[in-house]
């Protein structure tokens, strides 16, 4: 029961610890990326690491709202003969 107890409070504990944030930094020794071609100044890591809006764009969910009438399709032909 004791080992158990002191099992969950080790585990609690590594557990908490793993929220914790900080700012990103490149590892040491290493650098960022270069900067993009015509980039004014090199993007920061917050920056590099948030998506585009061509990467993720957003979702449409929009159901059809108005119920209309198709119009007719003058290329939706039976199949025929073809000679």
Known sequence: MRIRLIAATALLGAIAGCGSQAELQP??????????????????????LTASKQARPQRSDELLTNSETRRTDEFDLPPGNVN
């Open 27 to 48: 590892a040491p020794g290493d650098a960022l990326p270069v900067a993009p071609r015509g980039a004014l100044r090199q993007p920061s890591p917050e920056e590099l």
